[in-house]
């Protein structure tokens, strides 16, 4: 049974920092690409960074240089590191699982976590 289960939301103030977490289960974590996308309320659900099978990441222009993207092979993890935090970035944050390659659409994600709130507010 495949699982992708978030952790690491919660209520942070702008300019403070968030580290989610990621655990994968019942597919080969090794072979497959690793995304986090995010939903605002009222909004599509949008990518925020993918990482490839040999660890190359990629960023949306509006978290460049603030978030960071990394896995452990070795605990079936993928973190999203959130640095710098502004009202916008509020949302359900989402890890996804793709065979191959990254992609910045939603649907071509086979495997999608439940879900991590956050929320960034004064």
């Known amino acids: 049974q495949v699982q992708l289960v978030e952790s690491g939301g919660g209520l942070v103030q702008p300019g403070g920092s968030l580290k989610l977490s990621c655990v994968a289960s019942g597919f080969a974590f090794s072979n497959y690409a690793m995304a986090w996308f995010r939903q605002a309320p009222g909004k599509e659900r949008e990518p925020v960074a993918g990482?490839?099978?040999?660890?190359?990441?990629f960023y949306e222009d509006s978290v460049k240089g603030r978030f960071t993207i990394s896995r452990e092979i070795a605990k079936n993890t993928v973190y999203l590191q959130m640095n710098s935090l502004k009202p916008d970035d509020t949302g359900i944050y989402y890890c996804?699982?793709?065979?191959?390659?990254?992609?910045?659409?939603?649907?071509?994600?086979?495997?999608w976590g439940q879900g991590t709130q956050v929320t960034v507010s004064s």
């Open positions: 990482i490839q099978r040999n660890d190359i990441a």
């Open positions: 996804a699982a793709r065979e191959l390659t990254v992609s910045r659409i939603p649907g071509q994600y086979g495997y």
